[in-house]
């Protein structure tokens, strides 16, 4: 099942690169965070955790935005019109990170995709990160400039223009306290959200 699928990558990471997601949280909770909410952790801090444990910063940072709210968007792409895209698409993603099921869609081995905004540095202009989820274990990344021709991203972005609804009922990050410290707390499930 996919989502258990989406579950495991994270996991993956977490045994890879222990208490990789407690440092980027403390990171978010902590810092002046003076850069573009969309965006959950700025790529100068994923770039250190990156080259410590030797993993790939997109998987990295892509993964870690998801996995505070694990929403999975799905729709019957059989009664779905892909709407067109501009270069002027308005995509205010609904949390840090979306992941969309795409496998009855393409036809071919892409499952679905990861979005998330991201900015290399504070002050920096946002772009889109994609991470596509093929079978086996393998991605492919893209990344999207606001105001640039979508070229052949148009179909990634006129999905997430359909996900972006904000009548989705859309899982949120929590934040509790613990030992009054304040923490995110992490969902077991990922929680499915159906969008037309």
């Given at each position: 099942m996919l989502t258990n699928r989406n579950r495991k990558q994270v996991n993956r990471i977490e045994r890879q690169c222990p208490e990789v997601w407690i440092e980027a949280d403390n990171i978010r909770l902590s810092s002046e965070r003076n850069w573009d909410q969309a965006c959950y952790l700025p790529v100068q801090y994923w770039e250190p955790i990156a080259t410590r444990f030797e993993i790939d910063i997109a998987h990295l940072a892509t993964l870690g935005a998801w996995r505070l709210t694990k929403g999975i968007y799905v729709t019957d792409y059989s009664q779905w019109t892909m709407p067109a895209v501009t270069r002027d698409i308005q995509l205010p993603l609904p949390h840090w990170?979306?992941?969309?099921?795409?496998?009855?869609?393409?036809?071919?081995?892409?499952?679905?995709?990861?979005?998330?905004?991201?900015?290399?540095?504070?002050?920096?202009?946002?772009?889109?990160?994609?991470?596509?989820?093929?079978?086996?274990?393998?991605?492919?990344?893209?990344?999207?400039?606001?105001?640039?021709?979508?070229?052949?991203?148009?179909?990634?972005?006129?999905?997430?223009?359909?996900?972006?609804?904000?009548?989705?009922?859309?899982?949120?990050?929590?934040?509790?306290?613990?030992?009054?410290?304040?923490?995110?707390?992490?969902?077991?499930?990922?929680?499915?959200?159906?969008?037309?």
């Open positions: 990170c979306v992941y969309v099921q795409t496998a009855d869609l393409f036809k071919d081995d892409r499952l679905g995709f990861y979005a998330t905004w991201m900015v290399q540095e504070v002050d920096i202009d946002l772009k889109l990160w994609l991470l596509i989820d093929h079978e086996g274990r393998r991605f492919t990344f893209k990344q999207w400039r606001p105001g640039t021709n979508p070229k052949d991203l148009a179909p990634y972005l006129s999905i997430l223009q359909a996900v972006c609804n904000p009548a989705i009922n859309h899982p949120q990050p929590k934040i509790v306290k613990s030992n009054r410290q304040r923490k995110f707390f992490i969902p077991y499930k990922p929680t499915c959200c159906h969008f037309m």
